[in-house]
């Protein structure tokens, strides 16, 4: 069988994984039957049982980050099995694969860098003016959970009464409808609806990002200094409107290893938090190890794949 892969591309966040492979030799098809391996974002159930039909077929499964954050599908209710015939799964950085331990996986975890975009060193800003703040965004069924749309309510209060005293600029830029990240607009507040398309040019040019996950670690990737939110309140996946809402099962054997330094709900003076985030990278230099890493080893991935085969 020749050298051809087959890949489930989640939005973008496979297209290192796959250039890489191409750079080695590799041939992407678009027909799954023709492929010798087959690299997949997940394996929940749904997608499980098409590997599964593939994997009694000789082929050779291998995953890839679903998100920049460690993927937890499996400390969830109804995913807790992982698909038990997984060849490898890459993963970001040491941190990951030390967080996916804790709750359980049992097949090889190699770590092959960040993949998500260009990464910079720490950038340290002269002030804090620019501010970006990036909401949790609803599913693609334009539902959030109260807990979420209480953070993002929080946390928009918080900058508003910056914006109104002159300390900040703030721009939010949201996914989807605004209503339904739980937010109404401001006078003297610039919106941007985004896409979730990996893009960081409003990353780069702002003084500080308020993010979660994917948009927070795109920014810590990107040397711009950055601020989480709700770090402290448990994973959590699902959709009020579908009724399949849950949190994580085992939040406390891992937490202590994936909650971010800074966390604007968590402070009471939130400028002196920004002055704090803007002047250094001390304080995230550990986390930004473990969880970030090193850049993407297109060469180290294909080898291992091949040397799994």
């Not at 489930?8 to 492979?21: C, D, E, I, S, W």
Request: aromatic share 12%; hydrophobic share 40%; with cysteine.
């Amino acid at each position: 069988m020749s050298k051809k892969f087959f890949i489930f591309m989640h939005q973008t966040k496979g297209a290192a994984f796959a250039n890489a492979l191409e750079s080695a030799g590799w041939e992407r098809t678009r027909r799954i039957s023709e492929a010798m391996i087959i690299l997949s974002d997940t394996d929940i159930p749904t997608r499980a049982k098409t590997l599964d039909i593939y994997h009694r077929k000789g082929k050779k499964i291998f995953l890839y980050p679903h998100t920049a954050r460690a993927s937890l599908f499996h400390d969830f209710e109804g995913f807790t099995q992982s698909f038990p015939h997984t060849t490898s799964e890459f993963v970001v950085a040491p941190g990951h694969a030390e967080i996916l331990r804790a709750i359980g996986i049992k097949h090889p975890l190699d770590a092959v860098g960040w993949s998500m975009c260009p990464m910079r060193e720490f950038q340290p800003r002269v002030q804090y003016r620019k501010v970006l703040f990036a909401p949790i965004h609803p599913n693609a069924d334009n539902s959030l959970c109260d807990v979420d749309k209480k953070i993002n309510r929080d946390v928009l209060s918080l900058l508003i009464t910056l914006v109104r005293s002159g300390d900040i600029d703030l721009t939010v830029r949201y996914v989807r409808d605004l209503d339904k990240n739980g937010l109404w607009t401001e006078p003297g507040v610039t919106y941007f609806k985004g896409e979730l398309d990996l893009s960081y040019e409003q990353i780069d040019a702002a003084d500080i990002v308020i993010a979660h996950q994917t948009f927070a670690y795109l920014s810590i990737a990107r040397g711009v200094p950055t601020i989480m939110m709700g770090e402290d309140i448990s994973p959590r996946v699902g959709s009020p409107i579908r009724g399949d809402f849950r949190f994580a099962l085992t939040w406390d054997k891992y937490k202590h290893l994936l909650i971010y330094p800074y966390d604007i709900l968590a402070e009471s003076d939130t400028l002196a938090l920004f002055r704090r985030a803007i002047a250094s990278d001390a304080e995230i230099t550990d986390w930004h190890r473990r969880l970030i890493g090193e850049p993407f080893d297109g060469k180290k991935f294909a080898a291992i794949v091949e040397g799994r085969l």
